[in-house]
């Protein structure tokens, strides 16, 4: 089985390189906002798949690792993809698609 890539796939390469990121997030109804930073780095698995790697330092210490899959299923017409933490032994399966923008 071969498949094509697909104007889809190609959107994908825009996303390879190595990319910090800063977040903010609340961790409970009285607590401050926490603020985190972490590098994510995204390589191309042949035409089809983008795989991520992900580290960052976790608010309250430590360190976590994650790994995601993002891909096209042409034959849902929609983006699919995984993600992994080292935090929690839950996957994230998800599917989703560009907005009429194109982002």
Request: contains cysteine; hydrophobic residues 35%; negative net charge.
């Amino acid at each position: 089985m071969h498949t094509e890539p697909s104007p889809e796939h190609a959107w994908l390469k825009q996303l390879v390189g190595e990319w910090t990121f800063e977040s903010e997030s609340v961790m409970g109804p009285d607590q401050p906002p926490t603020k985190f930073a972490g590098v994510e780095k995204a390589q191309m698995l042949g035409d089809l798949w983008l795989l991520c790697e992900g580290r960052c330092e976790m608010p309250g210490g430590g360190m976590m690792e994650s790994r995601m899959t993002v891909g096209f299923d042409p034959r849902k017409k929609r983006f699919v993809g995984t993600w992994i933490g080292t935090p929690m032994a839950y996957m994230f399966v998800y599917e989703g698609e560009l907005s009429a923008d194109g982002r």
